[in-house]
């Protein structure tokens, strides 16, 4: 090595050091009174740790390569208020990349009636940004994400919890992104809204969603738990839709050249529209999935009937709670691994109480779907309940969503229950092989799926 490159290494080396060394932990209030005053003092690799506590400050203003976390880890403890007073953290193009951990954001308000409305928990511009373990909640923006707006850089976002968050005009009342790469990972949504994508609102962007919840959000006309489009492509694995608001896609809203693969996903209890929207000439990717109680059925848009093909399933997922909102399934729940032909669990949560009953009798005032016994050999009896009067279709298909067998072609019902048996043999009278096949009861615009298994 000759003398020059020996010089450079050695100062390098220096350099990493006094930049080690130099890494400060500003505890707030301890050290520093404010989060603004201890922002103001760091440098690269700094850690502003807060005490459990309110602040009560907003615009505050992210450094590159520092860390802002609560000193306690829990995000309950230490609560950034804006109080309405505008927006709670700005990331503005930062070059290394930013964590927030254990905190509240909260307050944040954008009131100005245009496209620079946007992100009022929180903004990031062409930034790494990684969130970890906090809640962001009741932010609202005039315009785009109201807890989050992020364009350009990557978020890493885990373990959040995002609710009551509000993009008024724009859309995407818990996050809107364009254009950013990354992940968000064991996230709950829930209670947020906006003119669309209440959930979630993703252009130009693919970040992989998995093991999320999506509960209870309110989008006024498209995608009530995520608007897609255009051009996202993202991976969706094990994520729970329950309870989503939207004229089109109380779920999921695709359009404009976007194709999401969606995989063990549970799809349940939409109000007004279908539980997906698949706007041409977007598509999606689905299997193994769960559909089930959406107020305009399944599917609108560009899309065919996805249950009975690539192991999608139209079944009562036989939540918990849903009215206390605990989504964790009944010990019998078609959506655990060992109650579906996939092998898989659908959606984000697994086993949490005891079966559920009420399935093998349907009780009165409710349109339920079941058959005893299942499996069954060689003859089974299929149950269901109607609310009032109604002409239905009953139907026996295959796995691949053939009509083996009608049972009842648009025959006029009474109100209550309802029994007929099947013997397991095809439209010629032929006795079918031992396998799964779908029982389809169609009322109105409203299908149900019962997944019955012939075994001899």
């Not at 009636?113 to 373990?133: H, P, V, W, Y």
């Not at 691994?337 to 898989?344: A, I, K, L, R, S």
Request: with cysteine; charged share 15%; aromatic share 6%.
């Amino acid at each position: 090595m000759n003398s020059l490159n020996r010089i450079v290494v050695v100062a390098l080396l220096v350099l990493s050091l006094t930049t080690a060394a130099s890494a400060t932990v500003w505890h707030v209030p301890g050290d520093v009174p404010t989060i603004a005053a201890a922002l103001a003092l760091t440098v690269p690799g700094d850690v502003v740790e807060l005490a459990p506590g309110t602040y009560l400050e907003h615009d505050l203003i992210m450094t590159s390569g520092v860390t802002l976390r609560c000193a306690t880890g829990q995000a309950a403890d230490a609560v950034i208020d804006a109080q309405g007073l505008g927006r709670v953290l700005y990331c503005d193009m930062l070059l290394e990349p930013v964590t927030i951990e254990g905190l509240t954001i909260t307050g944040g308000l954008l009131t100005d009636e245009d496209a620079t409305a946007r992100g009022a928990g929180i903004f990031a511009l062409n930034t790494q940004l990684i969130l970890s373990n906090c809640a962001i909640l009741d932010n609202e923006a005039w315009h785009l994400g109201g807890g989050l707006y992020i364009t350009g850089g990557g978020l890493e976002a885990s373990h959040c919890r995002f609710e009551g968050n509000i993009g008024e005009h724009g859309g995407g009342g818990a996050i809107c992104g364009d254009n950013f790469e990354g992940f968000i990972d064991h996230c709950r949504f829930e209670a947020n809204r906006g003119i669309d994508g209440a959930g979630i609102y993703l252009r130009h962007a693919s970040p992989d969603i998995t093991w999320c919840t999506f509960a209870s959000n309110d989008g006024w006309f498209f995608g009530g738990g995520a608007l897609l489009g255009p051009e996202v492509w993202s991976f969706i694995d094990h994520c729970t839709f329950v309870d989503n608001e939207a004229l089109s896609g109380t779920a999921i809203m695709t359009m404009s050249d976007t194709a999401p693969v969606v995989t063990n996903c549970l799809f349940a209890f939409g109000r007004d529209g279908a539980s997906l929207h698949i706007d041409g000439p977007s598509s999606i990717d689905l299997s193994c999935c769960l559909f089930y109680g959406a107020e305009d059925g399944t599917h609108s848009g560009n899309i065919s009937d996805p249950i009975g093909v690539g192991g999608n399933i139209g079944l009562d997922p036989l939540l918990c709670g849903l009215e206390t909102g605990d989504y964790t399934l009944a010990a019998n729940s078609p959506a655990l691994p060992t109650n579906n032909d996939c092998g898989v669990l659908m959606g984000a949560w697994d086993e949490g109480c005891e079966a559920d009953l009420t399935d093998a009798l349907p009780g009165p005032g409710t349109i339920r779907l079941t058959n005893y016994p299942n499996p069954f050999n060689p003859s089974t009896t299929i149950v269901f309940n109607l609310s009032e009067a109604q002409t239905v279709s009953l139907c026996v298909l295959d796995l691949g969503g053939h009509t083996v067998c009608e049972i009842l072609h648009r025959d006029r019902r009474d109100a209550g229950q309802h029994a007929v048996a099947w013997d397991g043999r095809d439209l010629d009278g032929r006795t079918l092989p031992s396998g799964t096949y779908l029982a389809r009861l169609s009322f109105g615009t409203t299908q149900q799926v019962r997944t019955m298994t012939l075994l001899k």
